[in-house]
């Protein structure tokens, strides 16, 4: 669930989804579900980006910082899950 790709829940009337993406996204906004990460010399981050909200900050600069993106194809939990629906 993103700003970004969300529209509505499915099965929901429009306004009831609204609401309740709108207090979703409140929620998730809360700092205690937030993490600032520092860049220092040899850090290293990874996160998921399919369960995980990011904001790129460019606090690094001028210094340098090689960024690889890894998309993964399949995942045996989405299969399992598909399988049982």
């Given at each position: 669930m993103n700003p970004s790709f969300t529209n509505?829940?499915?099965?929901?009337r429009?306004?009831?989804?609204?609401?309740?993406?709108?207090?979703?996204?409140?929620?998730m906004d809360r700092?205690?579900?937030?993490i600032r990460f520092r860049w220092r010399r040899n850090s290293l981050a990874m996160w998921?980006?399919?369960v995980?909200?990011?904001?790129?900050?460019?606090?690094?600069?001028?210094?340098?910082?090689c960024m690889n993106r890894?998309?993964?194809?399949?995942?045996?939990r989405a299969?399992?899950?598909s399988a049982v629906a």
């Amino acid at each position: 669930m993103n700003p970004s790709f969300t529209n509505q829940i499915f099965g929901m009337r429009s306004r009831e989804s609204d609401n309740l993406l709108r207090y979703l996204y409140t929620h998730m906004d809360r700092a205690e579900f937030q993490i600032r990460f520092r860049w220092r010399r040899n850090s290293l981050a990874m996160w998921d980006n399919r369960v995980t909200m990011h904001y790129a900050v460019a606090d690094y600069l001028p210094a340098y910082r090689c960024m690889n993106r890894i998309t993964i194809v399949r995942d045996r939990r989405a299969e399992a899950t598909s399988a049982v629906a």
